[in-house]
Nanobody, 121 residues
Framework: QVQLVESGGGLVQAGGSLRLSCAASGRTFSNLGMGWFRQAPGKERMFVAG????????YYEDSVKGRFTISRDNAKKTVYLQMNSLKPEDTAVYYCAAGWVFGPSDKYDYWGQGTQVTVSS
């Protein structure tokens, strides 16, 4: 079993930055692909970024390419999402996910509770 806890959300002005963290429990973290998803009000949850288990390969949704960076520290069992040049349309609840997958998959097995990111114009 894997438990995920996100942190780092908040309110930021457009153009600003935030770094989200997702701390994992359990022994299998280094074997799992990790992803970040987001859900805006009234919209479906969508994939944002993913990283493979080694941290070497990453995958980004088109709208965040060049602005967001996903990374992981397997020793700390933590995955990060560095978000720069934030836009109001990035406002959403951000979720961390883990599974034996990589990238924009609907087969992630474990999910965090989410953290709110609000970008003001």
């Amino acid at each position: 079993q894997v438990q995920l806890v996100e942190s780092g959300g908040g309110l930021v002005q457009a153009g600003g930055s935030l770094r989200l963290s997702c701390a994992a429990s359990g022994r299998t973290f280094s074997n799992l692909g990790m992803g970040w998803f987001r859900q805006a009000p009234g919209k479906e949850r969508m994939f944002v970024a993913g990283v493979n288990r080694s941290g070497i390969s990453t995958y980004y949704e088109d709208s965040v390419k060049g602005r967001f960076t996903i990374s992981r520290d397997n020793a700390k069992k933590t995955v990060y999402l560095q978000m720069n040049s934030l836009k109001p349309e990035d406002t959403a609840v951000y979720y961390c996910a883990a599974g034996w997958v990589f990238g924009p998959s609907d087969k992630y097995d474990y999910w965090g509770q989410g953290t709110q990111v609000t970008v003001s114009s």
